[in-house]
């Protein structure tokens, strides 16, 4: 059985319906791994060990007697624990919310769910999703697979080192500033945030106004994202931002790519980073040459949008704990705390000047892709750094803003555009990089292909953490 735990989604999927896998021994198997090394690594923080089973055995007999649970039939998933899952705990790694049964799924949850997907358990993440390491006063520090001393990342850092720790084939991420990428990238897994809207958000408390959340996957091929995709993403009622279902990525990340011309952007104009990380962006990069593409370097320069971003994302926070903050604010994080009671304060000024930033980054992006079909960037400008944190407060002996540690992911949440980072070698301390492929609005699909052709070119899934 051990040959199970890293082999994707989609495989054992197939191994399944041919009756040459059991569902019932699949989940034995996970419960068996997580058993043996969530301890090291604290990437599940809460199980459902008897109803996964039971769920397996169901779908076991419903395969028996020839119906097809779906796609997903008998693959066990991770959910993140800022997602509901009905009868388990939604804490948002957060004292105030350990009691907070959810009574229903979330939307993603319950379309995986359909799909014959079979939830494990809850995976840790930073309290509310905050900061860019995996650690908080409920469950204490997730660690790296790679290496026990370093961060698997943040915000989906439960999710991505069960995934690479091969714990689970696939586990649900979210990415409201590279939550999804960052981890994906320091575990060396495959990450994808979709279009704003591509996967619906809720059912809601209160309706997101900032569009900066999307969901998505964390796996080990691209395939399995595109599998995912196809079960998770099309319009809901109740999500009103939500996007029509576009077709099957699955079935089209195998077609064959037209000639595309492709900008490298090493630095976005203002970053630092990390020499044996920019080398192998760098290489990988222009390894779509070989593919037969075009690759330029862009030399021009985004516009630092760190302040508005963080400016954003507390101003969301903000609107969706309002009314626990009285009551609790010495059970929240003091960090929080003062960055909601900053952007609280923030007039109208403010925001307009945060406007004009945004709108610059807009054009930014599409004179970019008035050019060129996708850009291409270094993930992170790091390896992953200490699993406890804080992140680097500099890069090759220079001093960085604390936001430029994640300086390539967040500015795409704010303009919406889908990114993926895939692996793009190991560092001299053998550790994960990351190269994110970024396209026009509503092109997952190009991204998907692009990086489906970049893993033929240099597959990446047969290493993994010993």
Known sequence: MADLAYKPALELSRLIHKGDLSPVDLVHHCLERIEKLNPSINAFVSLRAQEALEEAKAIAESLARGKDPGPLAGIPIGVKDLEDVEGLPTTYGSIPFRDNVAVRDSIQVARLKRSGAIVIGKTNTPEFGFTGFTKNRLFGVTRNPWNLERTPGGSSGGSAAAVAAGMVPLATGSDAGGSIRIPACYTGCFGIKPTFGRIPLGPFHRLNTTGLWTLGPLCRTVADAALYLDTASGYHHADPASLPKPGSYLQRIEKKLPRLKICFSPDMGFALVQADVAELAEKAALDFQ?????VELWRGCFPDMSEVWSDLVCKELYI??????PEHRNDIGRAIIASLDYVRGLGLDKWADHAKAITEL?????????????????????????AGGPPPSEIEGHSIPILW?????????????PAATVRSGLTRSGLPAG????????????????????????????????
Not at 290 to 294: D, P
């Open 290 to 294: 070989e593919l037969g593409h075009i």
């Open 435 to 466: 190269l994110q492929i970024v396209a026009l609005h509503h092109r997952e699909d190009l991204v998907l292909r692009a990086a489906r052709a970049y893993e033929k070119l240099r597959p990446w899934n047969d290493h993994w953490p010993a």
């Open 320 to 325: 969706q704990i309002k009314e626990i903050l």
């Open 362 to 386: 807009n054009n930014t992006l599409w004179k970019i892709f008035n050019q060129y079909d996708l850009l291409l960037t270094p993930t992170l400008p790091t390896e992953a750094f200490g």
């Open 405 to 417: 540690a994640v300086a390539f992911t967040f500015p795409f949440n704010i303009s919406g555009h």
